[in-house]
């Protein structure tokens, strides 16, 4: 196994790691009820994607 002939320092280290970074979601709020969504994801709350019915929404009870 190949073994490196002097070590890496913190600061290249660092600027290799700079793009592992965590994203945030892109959470938007439903046209239907203002309920926040994903894009591209059913509305939880009432069931709208894209203007149009697409699941009937659970009642909670």
Known sequence: MAHPKRKQSKTRRDKR????????????????????????HVCNECGHYRGKQAVEPEIAG
């Open 17 to 40: 790691r700079t793009h592992y970074k965590a994203t945030a979601h892109n959470v938007l709020n439903c046209d239907n009820c203002g309920a926040p969504v994903l894009r591209h």
